[in-house]
């Protein structure tokens, strides 16, 4: 398990405060998840339309909220362990 400071912590609470109501259920979605997950997935899992969904990836990368990997031709989604660990000990939902 991570060890979040409280520096860090009061740093990633305004963060997360400031986004959207979808953002924080894509993030909240994202940081249940062990790996990475595709488009696809998400598509499936979450009650957005592909552009609202391209929409909060994009506004959470830009954040540094969610990394994104290319694999095989494949773009993987994930949140960095340190929001994950964040995000478990201060749910958003």
């Known amino acids: 398990m ?4 409280e520096e860090l912590a009061a740093t990633l609470h305004p963060q997360i405060n400031r986004l959207s109501e979808l ?5 909240c979605r994202l940081s249940r998840e062990a790996n990475s997950v595709s488009i ?3 598509l499936q899992d979450a ?3 592909p552009s609202e969904l391209f929409k909060c990836l994009q506004s959470l990368g830009m954040r540094s909220l969610v990394e994104i990997e290319e ?3 494949e773009t993987l989604f994930s949140v960095c362990p340190v929001v994950r660990q964040y995000l478990i ?3 958003v939902n």
């Open 23 to 27: 953002e924080k259920n894509l993030i």
């Open 71 to 73: 694999q095989q031709n």
């Open 47 to 49: 009650d957005l339309s």
């Open 2 to 5: 991570l060890f979040l400071g």
């Open 40 to 42: 696809e997935q998400l």
């Open 89 to 91: 000990s201060n749910p």
